[in-house]
C-alpha cells in the first residue's frame, strides 16, 4: 500500500490550484498517494480520495499557504503522531519549510522519505470556565489571547501563577503564547523572542495600564489563571487567531502546558536565527532613504 500525504490549502488562495496540481503529480511521481481535505477538494478540480479526519491514515500532513493554514492544520492533528510540512504561498511563512519553487523537492522529498529533521513542538491548553462549569477547552501551537475586543473601554484582569496572584490590572488583554508564537502577536506586545525547542509559557500583556506589569516566563507545569473581573461586552478569548470564544465578566481563563504536542517537519534546526533576520529582518536596519 503506498503511503499517503494528507493535503490542506484553501482553494480560494491565490496559487492554490496551481501548487496543488504540481504537489500531486510530483507526489504520484514518488510512489505516494495523495488525500485532500474534504474543504479543499470541495473547491478544486481534482479526482483524489477526500480526507477522513477522524482516522487520517496518513505519513505526512502537507499544508499549502501561510501560517495560518499550518496552524489550522495542527488544530485538526490534534495530537497524533502525524508530522506537518508547511509550504508557504502567503506572506511571513515563519512555520512553513519550503516555497513552491524548484527547491521545494530538495525539502519535502527527505520529509517523505524520513530523513528531514522533525521539531516537537509544545502546545498550551486554555480553558474557560463559568461559575463551576468548563464551557470549553482549546489547544494552541501558537497563542491563547484574551481581548477586550472592538470596544474602546479596557478590562480588568486579574492574574495568577499556581495561585499565587500577581495582581489586577486595566488592559486592552492578555496573550498567552508558546515559545513558536513568541514571534507573532507577543512580540508586536512587547514581549520576548524565544527559541522554541523550550518548554515555557509566556504571559505578555496589552497595553497595560500600569508600568507594574511586564511580561513574564514562566514553566508550562504551572497554572496561569486569569479572572475577568470588569470589562464590556465583546470580550473574547481567541485560540491561534481561528478559534474565538465570548467572555463574560466573573469568566476564569486557565491556561498550562497542553496535552500533546505538534511535530513540524523539514524545518531547519539550526536555522532559527537566520529565519528572524530573513523573515523579521531581525538584527537588520533600514538604510537612510529606502522605502
Known amino acids: 500500500m503506498a503511503p499517503r500525504a494528507a493535503i490542506v490549502a484553501n482553494p480560494d488562495r491565490t496559487g492554490v490550484p496551481e501548487a496543488?496540481?504540481?504537489?500531486?503529480?510530483?507526489?504520484?511521481?514518488?510512489?505516494?498517494?495523495?488525500?485532500?481535505?474534504?474543504?479543499?477538494?470541495?473547491?478544486?478540480?481534482?479526482?483524489?480520495?477526500?480526507?477522513?479526519?477522524?482516522?487520517?491514515?496518513?505519513?505526512?500532513?502537507?499544508?499549502?499557504?501561510?501560517?495560518?493554514?499550518?496552524?489550522?492544520?495542527?488544530?485538526?492533528?490534534?495530537?497524533?503522531?502525524?508530522?506537518?510540512?508547511?509550504?508557504?504561498?502567503?506572506?511571513?511563512?515563519?512555520?512553513?519549510?519550503?516555497?513552491?519553487?524548484?527547491?521545494?523537492?530538495?525539502?519535502?522529498?527527505?520529509?517523505l522519505e524520513g530523513r528531514a529533521p522533525v521539531e516537537e513542538r509544545m502546545t498550551l491548553a486554555a480553558e474557560v470556565v463559568r461559575g463551576r462549569e468548563v464551557l470549553c477547552r482549546h489547544h494552541a501551537l501558537n497563542d491563547a489571547v484574551i481581548h477586550k475586543g472592538g470596544g474602546l473601554r479596557t478590562i480588568k484582569l486579574k492574574l495568577a501563577i499556581?495561585?499565587?496572584?500577581?495582581?489586577?490590572?486595566?488592559?486592552?488583554?492578555?496573550?498567552?503564547?508558546?515559545?513558536?508564537?513568541?514571534?507573532?502577536?507577543?512580540?508586536?506586545a512587547g514581549g520576548p523572542l524565544v527559541v522554541p525547542d523550550l518548554d515555557i509559557l509566556l504571559v505578555t500583556p496589552i497595553c497595560a495600564h500600569t508600568l507594574a506589569i511586564r511580561p513574564i516566563v514562566a514553566t508550562p507545569d504551572e497554572r496561569v489563571t486569569v479572572d475577568v473581573e470588569a470589562?464590556?461586552?465583546?470580550?473574547?478569548?481567541?485560540?491561534?487567531?481561528?478559534?474565538?470564544?465570548r467572555l463574560s465578566i466573573g469568566d476564569?481563563?486557565?491556561?498550562?502546558?497542553?496535552?500533546?504536542?505538534?511535530?513540524?517537519?523539514?524545518?531547519?534546526?539550526?536555522?532559527?536565527?537566520e529565519r528572524l533576520r530573513s523573515k523579521l529582518m531581525w538584527g537588520g536596519r533600514a538604510a537612510r532613504g529606502e522605502q
Open 252 to 273: 476564569t481563563i486557565r491556561v498550562g502546558r497542553g496535552d500533546y504536542r505538534i511535530a513540524l517537519a523539514g524545518l531547519d534546526t539550526d536555522a532559527y536565527f
Open 231 to 245: 470589562g464590556d461586552e465583546g470580550m473574547f478569548l481567541v485560540v491561534d487567531g481561528q478559534v474565538e470564544v
Open 20 to 111: 496543488l496540481a504540481s504537489l500531486i503529480d510530483g507526489l504520484e511521481a514518488r510512489g505516494w498517494e495523495p488525500i485532500l481535505d474534504p474543504a479543499l477538494l470541495a473547491g478544486v478540480d481534482f479526482e483524489t480520495d477526500s480526507l477522513d479526519w477522524t482516522d487520517p491514515q496518513a505519513q505526512l500532513v502537507i499544508s499549502l499557504g501561510g501560517d495560518g493554514t499550518l496552524l489550522s492544520a495542527a488544530r485538526r492533528v490534534a495530537g497524533r503522531s502525524i508530522p506537518l510540512f508547511g509550504i508557504n504561498l502567503g506572506g511571513l511563512g515563519f512555520l512553513t519549510a519550503a516555497a513552491p519553487d524548484e527547491e521545494m523537492w530538495d525539502r519535502l522529498e527527505p520529509a
Open 162 to 188: 499556581d495561585d499565587d496572584v500577581l495582581g489586577s490590572y486595566l488592559a486592552d488583554g492578555l496573550i498567552l503564547s508558546t515559545p513558536t508564537g513568541s514571534t507573532g502577536y507577543n512580540l508586536s
